[in-house]
């Protein structure tokens, strides 16, 4: 049954959309923003659903305006975007590879991240703000080293991956080295950096990050074609007029940068760039990166994890990295056993 519409304009502008799909990014959001709603009012002064809306429009009392939007919002904002920025970079980075282990956990980027980051920790013991700079600089130098190496007559999927997962055990084992080489202070927090974790993020997390979304994430849907394209093949995607090379360079690039930045943000966070892409395609059963949908898959997931793992530890809440962790390490195993009985691996 098929499930495409078109949708005509009276300039003759036609639009053409995946019912199925659009009505699960519907779902997907919604869910997003309903579980951002219960996380907020989750906590040791918990706040019913209905005054953390009132609160949110401005109607709310002086506590509950103090608890939502200085204390809970901050950290739920942080966890959407982290979610969002993940999920989008994880779908660039397995719609180019044409693999769906191709994601920044695999590739090395988180690591890549978290050299930077252990960096300034551990060499300079600057603040969180360097902090999150030295890991968008590891994972940008990550990302250009990955996409150089991977080069020869241009990129393609299964180089990418292979070179990533060297890169990645060759940055793990510098992020041992310094880890070793620090002193226990600093040993301490570069772990819990290490975790990924939305404790005690602020408006100062959201902002950057926020502004960085809204430049990046219009500018890859607008090139969702051309990552359509791609994944036909260089030589398909030639003849249908797509400028490869530039594509791919800028897809690759802003999948970096919101990796980067994500992992800034809240430590390496595992999995979410993995499974978040897999689940949102699985749930359209459309062909295609499925950007939309991944980005709101991330978004949802990450916010779900952090009000489980306050709700199943409570004062003793594992940090949503662990979390994540555990349901992306599960998920993995049987993405692997499913690709080795398919014959793909």
Same mark, same amino acid.
């Given at each position: 049954?098929?499930?495409?519409?078109?949708?005509?304009?009276?300039?003759?502008?036609?639009?053409?959309?995946?019912?199925?799909?659009?009505?699960?990014?519907?779902?997907?959001?919604?869910?997003?923003?309903?579980?951002?709603?219960?996380?907020?009012?989750?906590?040791?002064? +918990?706040?019913?659903?209905?005054?953390?809306?009132?609160?949110?429009?401005?109607?709310?009392?002086? %506590?509950?305006?103090?608890?939502?939007?200085?204390?809970?919002?901050? #950290?739920?904002?942080?966890? @959407?975007?982290?979610?969002?920025?993940?999920?989008?970079?994880?779908?660039?980075?397995?719609?180019?590879? #044409?693999?769906?282990?191709?994601?920044?956990?695999?590739? %090395?980027?988180?690591?890549?991240?978290?050299? %930077?980051?252990?960096?300034?920790?551990?060499?300079?013991?600057?603040?969180?703000?360097? /902090?999150?700079?030295?890991?968008? =600089?590891? $994972? @940008?130098?990550?990302?250009?080293?990955?996409?150089?190496?991977?080069?020869? #007559?241009?990129?393609?999927?299964?180089?990418?991956?292979?070179?990533? !997962?060297?890169?990645?055990? !060759?940055?793990?084992?510098?992020?041992?080295?310094?880890?070793?080489?620090?002193?226990? /202070?600093?040993?301490?927090?570069?772990?819990?950096?290490?975790?990924?974790?939305?404790?005690?993020?602020?408006?100062?997390?959201?902002?950057?990050?926020?502004?960085?979304?809204?430049?990046? /994430?219009?500018?890859?849907?607008?090139? $969702?074609? $051309?990552?359509?394209?791609?994944?036909?093949?260089?030589?398909?995607?030639?003849?249908?007029?797509?400028?490869?090379?530039?594509?791919?360079?800028?897809?690759?690039?802003?999948?970096?940068?919101?990796?980067? *930045?994500?992992?800034?943000? =809240?430590? +390496?966070?595992?999995?979410?760039?993995?499974? *978040? +892409?897999?689940?949102?395609?699985?749930?359209?059963?459309? +062909?295609?990166?499925?950007?939309?949908?991944?980005?709101?898959?991330?978004?949802?997931?990450?916010?779900?994890?952090?009000?489980?793992?306050?709700?199943?530890?409570? *004062?003793?809440?594992?940090?949503?990295? /662990?979390?994540?962790?555990?349901?992306?390490?599960?998920?993995?195993?049987?993405?692997?056993?499913?690709?080795?009985?398919? %014959?793909? !691996?």
């Amino acid at each position: 049954m098929k499930t495409n519409r078109a949708v005509r304009s009276p300039g003759g502008l036609s639009v053409r959309f995946d019912v199925r799909a659009l009505t699960v990014v519907v779902v997907l959001l919604l869910t997003a923003l309903t579980a951002s709603v219960v996380l907020i009012g989750t906590g040791d002064f +918990p706040i019913p659903a209905a005054d953390v809306l009132r609160t949110l429009v401005g109607e709310g009392n002086a %506590g509950q305006e103090f608890i939502v939007t200085e204390l809970r919002l901050p #950290r739920v904002l942080v966890g @959407l975007l982290v979610g969002a920025s993940l999920g989008l970079g994880g779908a660039l980075f397995q719609s180019i590879s #044409r693999n769906p282990l191709g994601s920044p956990d695999v590739l %090395g980027l988180g690591q890549g991240a978290t050299a %930077g980051a252990l960096t300034v920790i551990v060499l300079f013991s600057g603040t969180a703000g360097q /902090v999150a700079l030295g890991a968008l =600089a590891g $994972g @940008l130098v990550t990302g250009f080293a990955i996409y150089a190496l991977a080069w020869k #007559r241009g990129v393609h999927g299964y180089r990418l991956v292979l070179v990533g !997962i060297g890169v990645s055990a !060759i940055v793990t084992a510098v992020n041992g080295y310094l880890l070793t080489k620090s002193d226990i /202070v600093d040993a301490a927090r570069a772990v819990v950096w290490m975790t990924g974790s939305l404790d005690g993020r602020d408006w100062d997390q959201v902002w950057p990050l926020l502004a960085l979304c809204a430049v990046l /994430v219009p500018l890859v849907l607008a090139n $969702g074609r $051309g990552l359509r394209m791609l994944e036909m093949g260089d030589d398909v995607s030639y003849a249908l007029g797509v400028r490869v090379e530039r594509v791919r360079l800028l897809l690759m690039l802003s999948a970096v940068l919101l990796t980067a *930045a994500a992992t800034a943000a =809240a430590g +390496p966070v595992s999995f979410v760039a993995l499974t *978040a +892409p897999q689940l949102a395609r699985r749930l359209t059963r459309a +062909p295609g990166p499925n950007m939309a949908a991944s980005l709101c898959m991330g978004a949802a997931l990450l916010v779900t994890a952090d009000w489980v793992s306050q709700r199943a530890f409570g *004062a003793e809440q594992l940090p949503v990295g /662990v979390v994540t962790g555990v349901l992306g390490g599960v998920y993995l195993l049987w993405l692997l056993v499913t690709e080795r009985r398919a %014959g793909r !691996i």
